[in-house]
């Protein structure tokens, strides 16, 4: 139809190389006047294998390995995820929601999955009907145990970690990282920006439960 012709047009005159999400939303809203205030993305967990090496993140994890807090940086760690439209494993979806365009904010969201009733529609959605996905990462025992959520147990995140039905690879996630340093411009600057102690080196997380 017309407005999936529109809406594919938009998506390719963009760079994919070089285009934010927030880049893709302004052209969005731009085109379609009845653009939804709130857009629902579908989640995909991230499990805790570091034994998937993705072509050319081996030379950015090196980077990161002898200059950064690598230990806290699951984007770079983990590539292998559940299954697609898995929902036992990936669960509800998030949201982005455009403040402006929401009636009531004075009351405060109850349900961060789905913050706003009236603006929000169910939080459920397949990859293939999103314009985007968010990659949810496990990420090491350490990380995931240190909120104090009492429901965060070495059992569940056992299981959560033994996600490994298809890869990132072809996302190209890593790129990120060199991409930032270029542009904040320098090393030590992305450093800070990374909340990263240049003052001293990362500490040693340990990967398993505790007994």
Request: glycine share 4%; proline share 4%; charged share 25%.
């Amino acid at each position: 139809n017309t407005s999936e012709y529109i809406l594919r047009k938009a998506m390719s005159d963009m760079d994919s190389q070089t285009t934010t999400a927030l880049d893709v939303i302004t052209t969005l809203t731009k085109t379609f006047s009845n653009f939804p205030s709130c857009v629902i993305m579908p989640r995909l967990r991230f499990g805790a294998y570091e034994n998937k090496v993705c072509t050319g993140s081996e030379t950015v994890n090196q980077l990161a390995k002898t200059q950064y807090d690598y230990k806290a940086m699951s984007t770079l760690r983990y590539k292998q995820h559940a299954g697609k439209n898995n929902w036992s494993a990936n669960r509800f979806g998030k949201v982005i929601v455009d403040i402006s365009a929401v009636q009531n904010l004075l009351k405060s969201p109850k349900n961060i999955h789905r913050p706003f009733s009236k603006e929000c529609p169910y939080p459920a959605i397949s990859f293939e009907a999103a314009l985007f996905g968010l990659n949810h990462y496990t990420a090491s025992w350490e990380r995931y145990s240190r909120t104090g959520d009492l429901r965060r147990t070495c059992e569940v995140w056992m299981k959560m970690a033994d996600e490994d039905k298809g890869d990132s690879c072809d996302q190209h996630i890593h790129e990120w990282f060199p991409k930032f340093i270029q542009q904040v411009g320098t090393k030590q600057r992305a450093k800070r920006l990374l909340g990263v102690d240049v003052s001293s080196k990362a500490a040693v997380v340990s990967e398993k439960c505790p007994p």
